[in-house]
């Protein structure tokens, strides 16, 4: 079965400055990748995908993501934060079962600082 | 514009209540799928459905059922609903086929007092 690690709970960032997170998974072979972004409230929005092909994902919002097969990372990054990116993110891998469920990881929470 | 909608975004219920919650969506998608939100614990999957009356049991089904009688309509019920099933409910649809999108509706915070 699949799994998903986003190993930090929370991160702070200042405006302007730049964001990655961190996101591990688990999978026997070539994973669907997602990441969500939650707003306080919200349901989930979908920031970008993986599926094959070019290793790095541009995504809506200025988001983008890189799949490195030999470290099992998706990692989210951002050149500069604005603080209307404060949420929730969370990373989710898809199996090849036909009924694409998602595993989700246990969520990032950021946080921006003026 | 895709849209998948939760009947309530809040509901309070007594231990014990029958809960039915409700999920439409207009995007003639064949998946759909109830996940339980909690703090610390990301989103987990109850239960899903690929097509009218067919369902499978997600990680965590116990306590739960659902009913797909239509395609756009899935229902999550708490046969007696408890106090440890107070959460946030997502529901959510995607097309057939892997990897395909997941788009989710608002939620419904649910407590039961």
């Known amino acids: 079965a699949q799994s998903v690690t986003q190993p930090d709970i929370h991160i702070t960032v200042s405006e302007g400055a730049s964001l990655e997170l961190r996101c591990n998974y688990s999978y026997g072979a070539t994973p669907y990748l997602f990441w969500y972004v939650q707003s306080p409230g919200q349901g989930l929005q979908l920031l970008l995908k993986?599926?094959?092909?070019?290793?790095l994902v541009q995504g809506i919002k200025g988001f983008e993501a890189e799949f490195k097969r030999s470290q099992s990372s998706f990692n989210l990054r951002k050149p500069s934060v604005h603080w209307s990116d404060a949420a929730e993110y969370f990373c989710a891998v898809g199996a090849w079962s036909g009924y694409s469920t998602l595993t989700f990881g246990k969520g990032t929470m950021l946080l921006v600082s003026p | 514009d895709v849209k998948v909608t939760q009947s309530s975004r809040y509901l309070v219920k007594r231990t014990g209540e029958k809960v039915f919650l409700e999920c439409v969506q207009d995007?003639?998608?064949?998946?759909m799928f109830w996940y339980r939100q909690d703090p610390g614990l990301g989103l987990r999957l109850i239960y899903f459905s690929y097509d009218v009356k067919m369902k499978e049991k997600g990680d965590i089904p116990e306590g739960y059922s659902v009913s797909r009688e239509k395609k756009e309509r899935f229902s999550l019920i708490l046969e007696s609903a408890s106090t440890n099933q107070t959460s946030m409910y997502l529901c959510a649809s995607s097309d057939l086929g892997d990897g395909t999108e997941a788009f989710f509706g608002q939620g419904t915070r649910l407590t039961v007092v």
């Open positions: 995007m003639d998608h064949e998946n």
């Open positions: 993986y599926f094959s092909g070019d290793t």
